[in-house]
């Protein structure tokens, strides 16, 4: 005997539909039955059946239903299962039936399913915007079924697109029709296209405090200049006017001017499809703080946290600095377990264009974490999430590690987007919720490279980012980082396949291996060197920004002195091949904002590396290297920076040190305005006159770039240093140096890392030889 559910009555919301079950009732042939008096009772199938065209799979469908077989049967969980699938937009009707089963009940859900997609079409729109074109910018892929949002979310994709070419008024609706499949539709998105406006100025009226190109840096709608091919400038996209304006306020009351206004932007025609943007601005006066002050707080003392305030008495007001105080006084409550501390600044006159702040917290109450919970990873180990995850269960709840989670999982780069959450858990406890979408980690790249030092390069690189060397034939999901790389030139022939586990035996170690040969050309004229061995390293954190590396490294070196050298060259002592065991020891400090552009910050680094003695092998030599980069962010997003190196090498046994340890100069990153390695002593009695190397090595380049576009910068150098044949001889007695004026393109379809293209000339050159006129340097210019 099947008895029905009485279905939920349907409310309309938005496009999409919300169901409510208010009241379940079964009636029976032979009398009465009430959904109550199933209660409790234990659920034997739940069974799916569908009303029309099935255009979901069932598998589908069951992940929102709670109610499984062997589990006792509630009301409530029908409730929430009827919610759960009208809320995923792929039900347009469900009707619970319930059949007992002896002692048991069967339950079977009588579903509708949404129509599938058939086809996608346009009306409206005109010759300039193809069918196609807007079907691929829609994201919307035929043969699935449709929920409300995935449509909205399409229509503002084309929306987005219009406004992109200047339709800032561009509006799309949409319509269904069958279609000529059974259980499936055609969506038609109807545009009405509005004008198209192109920016030809932005101009400000009333500004006196501070320039138009000033306020126009705030705002992210730009004029259309000379490169608005690349930088798609002078395209009108009105959502962000809004956010414009009040950006350009901000920048008033960051510094001072408390009651800046604007009553909104003009649009003024110039023909040709082209405006003009007003923008007036009332800026009023400039006001100060007199006084900072607290309102009553049990968990700090003012005296706390008055020394990490950044706006102060008799400091120009700023609302920057009033955000980044609030965000500081959370910071410390969210440090305590206090997740629900809420500041409020309040604002008060204090005389003539002064004011009073005083910040109100509401405290809360102080939290445990809960449980965490991960979502959204298919393919990355929960582990490999939950390690980065300062927060366990019973710690106290901590609303600034919640930031340092979010942090520490983008910058593993497995991830295209990453929540970090809390949110109520038991009394007294809060539960952690970190949601990843997932993207590839893996790349293959195959092309042809050029640089100024070794020519024409063909290469093959595949990494992969989140690998798994214990996942046979899917090698993804746990957290090492795999690359194998091959260069084949003219001028060199490398390969290298290396492995690094960051987390050596669940601990934050990261264990590293690389197996390689390197046959090298360009090095010099005189001779060919070819590198074969493998290195494994150890590398421990010390702080969020400082670590240690120890490295192991054995290698056969084979240096092939050409023929034709002479006899009394020096580069004949070095002939022969050698195998190097080494053991190096590096120290890293690095704050810098970022690696790839920096603009602020600073990175240290110290190695020593000892070769032979008790670790074996041909070579005994020992290196002490120290090197430093210093960048700060100057005024019109201009950075300037200093990068610098002291290194000295010697002889452990007193014996000659060899060409491959010996230190160079020159060429892209170093001496820029002369040839790669071809500053230093040279091989003068020898008859080659190539330079040779030192022992003692030293220089600095200071370097000033500025914004051209977003992806182009501008630049200025000076380069200088010395290379002296003594060991630990740091006297700058005979400097090198050169100036010169580059490029720098960062080009995120060809690479990340910028492009760096530089022409430098020498200005002071000890060594004629040396000097061979001006240089042209092409490198990646990267920071790592």
């Known amino acids: 005997m099947r008895l029905p559910l009485s279905p939920p009555p349907l409310v309309a919301s938005g496009l999409g539909q919300f169901a409510a079950l208010t009241s379940i009732s079964v009636l029976a042939l032979a009398g009465t039955v009430h959904a109550q008096d199933f209660e409790g009772k234990t659920i034997s199938e739940v069974a799916i059946r569908y009303r029309g065209v099935k255009t979901v799979d069932e598998s589908r469908l069951r992940n929102f239903i709670s109610s499984k077989a062997g589990?006792?049967?509630?009301?409530?969980?029908?409730?929430d299962d009827i919610k759960?699938?009208?809320?995923?937009?792929?039900?347009?009707?469900?009707?619970?039936?319930?059949?007992?089963?002896?002692?048991?009940?069967?339950?079977?859900?009588?579903?509708?399913?949404?129509?599938?997609?058939?086809?996608?079409?346009?009306?409206?729109?005109?010759?300039?915007?193809?069918?196609?074109?807007?079907?691929?910018?829609?994201?919307?892929?035929?043969?699935?079924?449709?929920?409300?949002?995935?449509?909205?979310?399409?229509?503002?994709?084309?929306?987005?697109?219009?406004?992109?070419?200047?339709?800032?008024?561009?509006?799309?609706?949409?319509?269904?029709q069958p279609s000529s499949e059974p259980g499936s539709s055609d969506l038609i998105f109807v545009i009405d296209e509005g004008l198209k406006n192109e920016i030809r100025h932005i101009r400000f009226e009333g500004n006196k405090a501070f320039t138009t190109p000033e306020l126009k840096k705030e705002m992210k709608v730009k004029e259309k200049g000379w490169f608005s091919w690349l930088t798609k400038s002078g395209r009108f996209e009105s959502s962000k006017l809004g956010d414009d304006v009040e950006a350009v306020l901000d920048y008033y009351r960051s510094k001072g001017y408390l009651r800046a206004s604007s009553p909104g932007i003009r649009r003024e025609p110039v023909g040709d499809g082209r405006v003009d943007l007003i923008i007036p601005i009332n800026e009023g006066e400039k006001y100060t703080v007199k006084g900072v002050s607290f309102g009553k707080m049990t968990v700090f003392k003012p005296d706390e946290l008055?020394?990490?305030?950044?706006?102060?008495?008799?400091?120009?007001?700023?609302?920057?600095?009033?955000?980044?105080?609030?965000?500081?006084?959370?910071?410390?409550?969210?440090?305590r377990g206090y997740a629900d501390a809420q500041v409020r600044p309040e604002i008060t006159d204090a005389g003539p264009n002064q004011v009073n702040i005083k910040y109100f917290v509401t405290e809360g109450s102080r939290f445990r974490v809960?449980?965490?919970?991960?979502?959204?990873?298919?393919?990355?180990?929960?582990?490999?999430?939950r390690r980065e995850i300062p927060l366990e269960p019973g710690d106290w709840f901590n609303s600034v590690e919640l930031e340092t989670t979010k942090n520490r999982l983008t910058n593993l780069q497995y991830f295209s987007e990453v929540q970090a959450t809390g949110s109520p858990g038991g009394s007294g406890y809060r539960d952690v919720n970190v949601l990843v979408e997932e993207k590839s980690t893996g790349t293959v790249g195959v092309g042809v490279g050029f640089s100024s030092i070794d020519s024409v390069v063909g290469f093959l690189n595949l990494e992969q980012a989140n690998f798994d060397l214990f996942n046979p034939w899917n090698f993804t999901g746990g957290g090492q980082r795999f690359a194998m790389n091959l260069r084949l030139g003219s001028e060199r022939t490398d390969f290298s396949i290396s492995l690094t586990e960051p987390w050596f035996m669940d601990k934050k170690l990261a264990l590293g291996g690389e197996l390689f040969y390197r046959q090298s050309d360009y090095f010099s004229d005189e001779y060919q060197q070819t590198n074969v061995g493998a290195a494994i390293s150890l590398r421990k954190p010390l702080t969020e920004k400082s670590s240690v590396k120890l490295e192991y490294r054995l290698e056969n070196i084979d240096i092939d002195v050409d023929s034709d050298v002479p006899v009394a060259s020096v580069f004949h002592d070095d002939d022969g091949k050698y195998v190097r065991s080494a053991v190096s020891l590096d120290y890293i400090y690095d704050n810098r904002d970022s690696t790839l552009l920096p603009r602020v910050g600073h990175r240290f680094d110290a190695s020593a590396s000892l070769a032979g003695g008790p670790f074996g092998g041909d070579v005994d030599t020992f290196t002490l290297s120290l090197r430093g980069q210093k960048y700060w962010n100057l005024k019109w997003d201009s950075i300037f920076s200093i990068?610098?190196?002291?290194?000295?090498?010697?002889?452990?046994?007193?014996?000659?040190?060899?060409?491959?340890d010996r230190l160079f100069l020159g060429g892209g990153r170093t001496l820029r305005g002369f040839e790669f390695r071809d500053v230093g002593p040279r091989d003068n009695p020898g008859g080659t006159d190539e330079a040779i190397g030192g022992k003692s090595l030293g220089y600095v380049s200071f370097e000033?770039?500025?914004?051209?576009?977003?992806?182009?910068?501008?630049?200025?150098?000076?380069?200088?240093?010395?290379?002296?044949?003594?060991?630990?001889?740091?006297a700058p007695d005979d400097l090198y140096s050169d100036v010169g004026i580059g490029i720098r393109l960062t080009l995120p379809a060809i690479s990340q890392v910028p492009l760096a293209l530089d022409y430098a000339v020498p200005v002071s050159s000890p060594d004629d030889e040396a000097d061979k006129g001006g240089q042209f340097n092409f490198y990646l210019n990267y920071g790592f």
């Not at 949404?114 to 892929?141: I, R, W």
């Not at 910068?713 to 001889?729: I, K, L």
């Open 71 to 79: 589990t006792p049967y509630r009301t409530e969980k029908l409730d």
């Open 84 to 176: 759960a699938l009208y809320n995923s937009g792929l039900v347009t009707d469900i009707r619970w039936l319930a059949e007992p089963v002896g002692d048991q009940v069967k339950l079977i859900a009588e579903v509708t399913t949404q129509p599938s997609l058939h086809a996608v079409g346009f009306l409206g729109n005109s010759s300039s915007f193809k069918d196609q074109t807007l079907a691929k910018e829609s994201k919307l892929k035929a043969g699935g079924p449709l929920s409300d949002a995935e449509i909205l979310e399409a229509r503002r994709n084309i929306e987005k697109y219009y406004q992109g070419y200047g339709y800032p008024d561009v509006t799309v609706t949409h319509r269904f």
């Open 306 to 335: 008055y020394p990490a305030l950044t706006l102060n008495g008799n400091d120009a007001y700023s609302s920057k600095k009033m955000r980044a105080d609030v965000t500081m006084i959370r910071s410390y409550y969210g440090s």
């Open 370 to 385: 809960g449980q965490v919970h991960i979502e959204g990873n298919t393919k990355t180990k929960d582990k490999v999430i």
């Open 643 to 660: 990068n610098g190196e002291l290194a000295f090498v010697d002889s452990v046994k007193g014996d000659r040190v060899p060409v491959f």
């Open 704 to 730: 000033y770039t500025v914004p051209i576009i977003e992806t182009v910068r501008a630049a200025v150098f000076y380069d200088t240093g010395f290379v002296n044949s003594g060991a630990w001889d740091p």
